[in-house]
């Protein structure tokens, strides 16, 4: 899993780590356990991502943590940029 440049302070500034599931509720879990607090930055309270995060599954974006993994597809956590 890929992770992005704001998110590291969890990761002990890694950015990529390896997260199982086969879903990404699944992988996300994971995550927080590895790392805890994570999951709560890029998963709001009721379980949906956060509007300035993107989770792709290969090269496709996905906002439903149902969605599942294939086997060796790479996950990546993306932070939107803003400014003016």
Known sequence: MIIPSQLRTYTQGRDQVDASGTTLSEVMADLEVQF????????????RVRPHICL????????????????????QIVGALSGG
Do not use: H, M, N, Q
């Open 36 to 47: 805890p607090g994570l999951r709560f930055r890029v998963i709001d309270e009721k379980d």
């Open 56 to 75: 792709f599954v290969g090269s496709t974006r996905c906002d439903d943590l149902t969605v599942p993994i294939p086997l060796e597809a790479r996950v």
